[in-house]
Structures are given as C-alpha cells and as structure tokens.
C-alpha cells in the first residue's frame, strides 16, 4: 500500500501520509460533519442523557405534551405551579422543526453504511473466491509453502464464536 502525501494543516509544514486515495475525502466531509454538529441549537448542558431519560423522552408523543399544556392552562390552579406551559410548546416545536434533520441525518448514515458495504463486499468476494483457489492448490504436492498462509486466512475468514458461559447443569433427581 503506498502513501500520498498531503500537506498538513497546521503552521509546522510537515507531510502527513494519506492511508489511501480516498482519505482525504472523508477527512473533509468529516470535518463538514463536525462544524455542522458544532453550530447546532442545542442546550448548554455538557451532562448526557442517562438512557432512562433517552427512553421517556421517545416514547412521549407531541401530542402529550400538547395535552398536558393544554390541561396546565385550563385549569391553572392544578397545572400552572407544576408546568411551564410555554417550555413545553417549545419543546414541540423544536423536535417538529429538527426531526426532518434528524432523518436526513440517519439517511445519510445508512447511505454511507451501504456504500462501504457495497465496496467491501465486492473485495470480499474475491478474497473469499482466491482462498477457495488456494484451498485446492495447498492440497497438492507444491502447495506445501501456500499452507500455513491458507491455514491464517482460514482463521481469518472463519466467525469468531463466542463462548457459552457454562451453565452448572442441575442433578438429575432434582425437578424445577
């Protein structure tokens, strides 16, 4: 694998080798990417979301939130003191406005996703088509060097299993 070298981004001047043609590509879309994630209307709050949180907040509709707005300025002495009314219609509006952003963004992770597949599948294809070959050919006489190299990509191509924890299996006389 040869390099290509860039000129690097910083005040030194230094080469930085390139993986392959197609890094310097992705390094600029991703660098797109994160100005685009830099600049987002989002709250100031450096604390994530715990996945109880993440869950509640899915599974809330706008529709509920309307409601319980709808219900906090009906009946102010119930609602008022418990709900900002107008925290909540911001909320809606927000997720009504970015959910389309939202989207384009998970379609636009499954159009990279699907474009690596695609051009992995095809180079896996042939490696998996060249270690067919080179199954054959270490069986013969002169395949004697090749064996052990058929032997790692064996290895390599073959599913990882993951281990069963092995479960203490009870008595034989003993029912559940």
Do not use: W
């Not at 406005?97 to 963004?105: K, L, N, T």
């Not at 992995?120 to 069986?139: D, F, H, I």
């Amino acid at each position: 694998m040869s390099t290509v070298n860039e000129p690097a981004s910083g005040a030194t001047g230094a080469q930085e080798p390139v993986a392959n043609r197609f890094t310097p590509d992705a390094q600029e879309r991703m660098a797109r990417l994160r100005a685009m994630a830099a600049e987002f209307p989002d709250v100031s709050d450096p604390k994530g979301l715990t996945p109880a949180e993440r869950r509640i907040a899915r599974q809330t509709s706008a529709t509920a939130l309307e409601k319980a707005a709808v219900f906090a300025e009906g009946g102010p002495a119930v609602g008022a003191p418990a709900a900002n009314t107008a925290e909540m219609r911001d909320a809606i509006a927000f997720e009504l406005a970015y959910g389309g952003v939202r989207d384009e963004a998970r379609d636009l992770a499954r159009r990279v996703d699907e474009a690596i597949l695609r051009r992995k599948l095809k180079a896996v294809k042939e490696a998996r088509g060249l270690y067919r070959m080179a199954q054959s050919y270490a069986t013969l006489e002169v395949g004697e060097p090749v064996r052990s190299r058929v032997a790692d990509m064996k290895r390599a191509f073959s599913p990882r299993r993951r281990r069963n924890s092995a479960q203490p299996e009870s008595p034989a006389g003993e029912k559940k």
